[in-house]
């Protein structure tokens, strides 16, 4: 069995518990414990085969993308949850999941400083970079957003449909927001919002928040900080200097997403937005005449744009944060740093080997590299070939496509400022990542030297 199973266990014993608080209620089921129904059995059978078409994400040598199964107990308490499928949109829809969303939500900002906050979860990043940059467009109506050339494309989106304008700041050799092209930008003084990233989408790099901050004090722009996949690594004690320095200066924003469904162990629909100021409160005002009468407490709905949403999330993202609280020195926290280690190491390794070029060392998980050729074609075809090959060996890597520059003055690329190549990309955000390091690397040795020879 690769699947874990741990958390059928955990849910049939606290299912029992659940059941017990409504004990008081008259039987509403005619049997509750019926012989199941075997057209349910041969539909399972039948989603189960058709799961079968994905990718092994779950196992050590998936080390593509960014995704990873959620831990056994989010998996068990979603599913308990959705025995009785709360609503954290109101009080009225959900009295539990929002208090155990309150707390998990004040858990997430605590990591960043803040002891005072608004935030909420929300259906992912998208959703809650867009609440984020509603709020800073609200606050500074048709002044301009900007994110770097390496940020997540959503933002670009997201300010379209909020019809606010954007521009990209240009990004350094090794993907970070160039201080000096931003302050060129901030100088025609209709910037409204800059959008750190701490942890880019393709490379993990990270926004200088140190300068960036400096230039907040001089021409006072609202800083957003998009933490969504890097933001958990603030727990992380092996982090290089420059990228600590920014991540110690995150609580500095006045607004941070962060996505419990990339790092933090969660099942996909789980983001969350953070606000320092709770009177932004006030800009999300609005009347409901269905809801909010149950209770005259803060209702999620009130500080959200989702009306309805998952409390299973909340109850997922509690209970995780329970068991695995957001500590340095801690449980989770060690599992960052050995996704950190495995990607420092696999670096080195790609860094010593004749047959590939790195751009630069990673910052956070994230690794990307390029095999060694004489043209920026040739490494891009050689990128796919390898990518395929390494698939068919069970090692999934992705593919990124990087401006050129990434690679410095280092490499014999003849491009334009503009051009990029085809890499190869590994998110190693598994912690058993670190131990599978040698057999990952035998099997990149091994396809690299084919796609080679069927080359040459
Ligand atoms: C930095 C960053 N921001 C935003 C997003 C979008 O998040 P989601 O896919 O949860 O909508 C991502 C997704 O990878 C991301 O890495």
């Known amino acids: 069995m690769h699947l874990e199973e741990t958390s059928l266990q955990l849910l049939k014993d606290s299912l029992k518990r ?11 089921a005619e049997n509750p414990t019926q012989p199941l129904d075997p057209r349910l059995t041969a539909v399972m059978t039948e989603v189960a085969t058709r799961l079968h078409d994905n990718y092994p994400y779950f196992h050590p040598l998936y080390a593509g993308q960014m995704l990873k199964p959620p831990h056994p107990i989010a998996r068990a308490a979603y599913a308990l949850a959705t025995w009785i499928n709360p609503n954290n949109h109101a009080l009225d829809g959900g009295r539990a999941s929002s208090a155990l969303e309150k707390e998990a939500v004040a858990q997430i900002a605590a990591m960043f400083g ?27 109506p048709g002044k301009k957003i900007v994110a770097s050339d390496q940020s997540h ?44 990233t701490e942890g880019t989408t393709g490379t993990g790099s990270v926004d200088p928040l140190t300068e960036i901050l400096c ?17 958990y690594f603030t727990l992380a004690s092996n982090l290089a200097a420059e990228t600590r320095a920014s991540f110690d200066l995150i609580g500095r924003a006045d607004s941070i997403v962060i996505d419990p469904h990339k790092h933090g162990l969660q099942p996909y629909g789980c983001g969350c937005v953070l606000f ?17 009468f149950t209770s005259s407490d803060l209702h999620l709905g009130e500080i959200s744009l989702e009306c309805s949403r998952p409390g299973a999330s909340a109850v997922a993202l509690w209970a995780t944060q329970r068991l695995l609280p957001l500590v340095r020195g801690g449980e989770f926290a060690a599992m960052l740093e050995a996704s950190r280690d495995a990607a420092v190491q696999f670096a080195e390794r790609l860094a010593t080997d004749q047959r590939w070029l790195l ?8 690794v990307v590299w390029a095999p060694r050729a004489e043209t920026v074609a040739e490494i891009s075809a050689l990128s796919q070939r390898i990518f395929d090959a390494a698939a068919k060996q069970n090692l999934h890597l992705a593919l990124i496509r990087v401006p050129i520059k990434f690679f410095g003055t280092q490499r014999n ?35 690299a030297e084919s796609a080679v020879s069927s080359v040459s």
Request: proline share 6%; aromatic share 8%; charged share 20%.
């Open 413 to 447: 690329l003849q491009a334009g400022a503009t051009d990029t190549v085809l890499c190869l990309r590994s998110v190693l955000m598994k912690p058993e990542h670190r131990d599978w390091l040698d057999r990952i690397y035998a099997i990149l040795s091994r396809v």
């Open 215 to 231: 230039l907040r004090k001089r021409y006072g722009f609202r800083l957003h900080v998009d933490a969504a996949y890097g933001g």
């Open 114 to 140: 803040w002891q005072e906050h608004l935030g909420h979860l929300c259906g992912g990043g998208t959703m809650a970079n867009l609440e984020a940059l509603w709020v800073a467009g609200q606050l500074h």
């Open 153 to 196: 494309y959503t933002h670009k989106r997201i300010s379209a449909v909020l019809q606010l304008p954007f521009a990209e700041a240009p990004t350094d050799n090794r993907g970070r927001m160039d201080p000096r092209a931003l302050e060129k930008m901030l100088a025609a003084g209709d910037v409204g919002c800059v959008v750190a």
């Open 276 to 292: 320092r100021d709770p009177q932004v409160g006030a800009i999300y005002k609005h009347e409901s005449p269905y809801t909010y």
């Open 359 to 366: 751009p630069f060392a990673p910052e956070l998980d994230i």
């Open 18 to 28: 659940l059941d017990a608080g409504f004990n008081a209620l008259p039987a509403a």
